[in-house]
């Protein structure tokens, strides 16, 4: 079953991670606009109440008479923003009984806020500073609007560069979140290039310190399993060579059986029983090569030359002269050298050239031709049309023959191969819709 991204634990820390740090800069943002607003105004109203100190310390005292040119306002633009002629910031400075003495020029002719307190306090859309010295009342005020306007600025002053660097932060979390699984890459490696037959523990080294727990429970169990793997190769071992004495023992005895009875029945049924324990005999020998490659034997690599192994192998299957199966060797000039076990690629051959010479029937040729890193046997037998070919690398799995067989010879067969690090080529048919040839292809050495 297809695993999604949402099963990816770099993809579930990398959101969680995210989701964090953006809620903590989000908190932090919030306290940070919080306590610039409120310093905004600290600021802002300190600064009103000292204007309208200076103010009234600045002023002269008597006062200029009405209709001196003094009594013009003071500063004409004093409060004014650059594109409008709008009133930001005014003053007024009235005496006790709230007569306007002196006044700004966007400042209202009536008092702003005569009843306001001393201090800070806020009338019809003006924060005013209200300051009272020597029977003289001065009060600076600034637009409502423009401090709002003010705090908006430095809020979203303080929160675009935290926007803009969520992403960022987002892109930079990815990269080490990354970096930091490829650290698991050699495990991974490692387990990737194991042949099943490689249960040695994993090596902890150079591997970050919250993995060693997960690592020393798969070593674990790496060991029972090989502890039970090596048992069970044991007693398939022990099994099968225990059973060639008895049924050698018991085969001698049939034959004897077979010659000494005058009977005729009993003589067919004699050498019938001799057929099936020749049957069993074969069995246990497929036994006992399964078991020596289960062991690994495969595993080992020294330089064979695939000629003198073809050789070899075929001096083991005697041909008399009026023997009806061909058995014969092509060669190349001089094929290259392979790395693998002389044992058990020769258990291969062996199995290959008896599935032949087994299935091609009595009059077809079997031909054992070395290539350079591939060695085939080829019939010219009926072959295996209309087979799934895969399906016969299993184990007890048998085409549609009359010939007698295990069904365990290609699946070693298989097996030696995946351990020698070559390729097993079935081709069926071969030409003119008739004949077989398993392939041994040697991958070449990286």
Known sequence: MPRSRRDSLSYQLHVRLLILLGTLWLAASLAAIIGVRKETDEVQDLALAENAERLLMLLPDPLPKEGDPADRPRIDSIGLRRDSREPVVIYQVMDLDRRVLLRSAHAPTHALAPDAREGMSIHNGWRIATVTHQRRRAQFAEAVWHRQSTL??????????????????????????????????????ELAHRSAHDLQPLSMQDTPTELHPLLETVNGLMVRVQALLAAERSFSAKMAHELRTPLAAARAQAQRLAQETGDDRARDRAQTLVRQLDRLTHLSTRLLQIARVDSGV???????????????????????????????????????????????????????????????????????????????????GPGAQGTDLAALTRPFERGSTLARGSGLGLSLVQTIARQSGAELLLTSPVSDSRGWRASLWFKPAA
């Open 152 to 189: 908006r600025r430095a809020t979203f002053t303080l929160l675009v560069p935290l926007l803009l660097l969520l992403p960022l932060t987002a892109l930079a979390l990815h990269l080490v979140l990354r970096k930091t699984f490829r650290q698991l890459q050699p495990i991974q490696d």
């Open 298 to 380: 495969a595993l080992q690599r020294q330089p064979i030359d695939l000629r003198q192994l073809a050789q070899m192998v075929i001096d083991e299957f005697p041909q008399s002269r009026d023997q009806r199966h061909q058995l014969r060797l092509i060669t190349d000039t001089a094929p290259a050298p392979v790395l693998g076990d002389i044992d058990a690629l020769g258990i291969a051959l062996r199995n290959l050239i008896d599935n032949a010479l087994k299935h091609a029937g009595p009059e077809a040729s079997v031909v054992v031709q070395v290539k350079p890193d591939e060695i085939s046997v080829t019939d010219d």
